[in-house]
């Protein structure tokens, strides 16, 4: 599989183009990454929402293979379903994005939203295609076991269940 490269450079230079922002007051806040918990199925309804306000909205998708009426189907699904990613300021633009249609909740910690790293939203920007999918990049089967490297399921073998991509 082939993962075309998009010059890291030119992606941070197109997020500070959106950072920061001025308050009303003066008071400049900075635009970070934030992840979104939609509805189900309302991914795209959210993005073009929050579009429709100038808030950058990233939401990967990959195209997976699955059985319809007895035939092999292509279908291109969210990456993370139910989750998408908005780049907007606190508290500038919260309400329009805590209340846009389709949006459960910012996530976070209790009332407190929490801020992604540009590095993590970059990485997953890099990975897209020409056709605005993230390829599978594995040769994984079904019953494969799998060692998580980093994260909180670290150290622990898990066996595919549903492989991406075929």
């Known amino acids: 599989m082939r993962i075309t490269s998009?010059?890291?450079a030119n992606l941070i230079e197109e997020i500070d183009k959106f950072n920061p922002s001025?308050?009303?007051d003066g008071t400049r806040h900075a635009r970070h990454w934030y992840v979104i918990y939609t509805k189900p199925h309302a991914e795209d309804l959210v993005q073009e929402q929050?579009?429709?306000r100038d808030i950058p909205v990233f939401l990967p998708k990959i195209c997976e293979f699955r059985f319809r009426r007895h035939k092999l189907r292509e279908c291109i699904q969210p990456l993370f379903p139910n989750y998408l990613f908005a780049r907007f300021t606190i508290p500038d633009e919260y309400y329009?994005?805590?209340w846009a249609k389709g949006?459960?909740?910012?996530v976070g910690s209790g009332d407190m939203s929490l801020y992604l790293d540009d590095s993590i939203v970059i990485f997953l920007k890099e990975q897209v295609n020409k056709k605005g999918l993230i390829e599978s990049q594995h040769n994984l089967k079904y019953g494969?076991?799998?060692r998580v490297l980093q994260g909180p399921l670290e150290?622990?073998?898990r066996k595919v269940l549903t492989p991406r991509g075929g």
């Open 96 to 98: 329009d994005v805590k």
């Open 103 to 106: 949006v459960k909740y910012i």
């Open 155 to 157: 150290v622990s073998f």
């Open 6 to 8: 998009i010059n890291s």
């Open 22 to 24: 001025n308050d009303s």
């Open 50 to 52: 929050l579009e429709k």
């Open 144 to 146: 494969d076991k799998v």
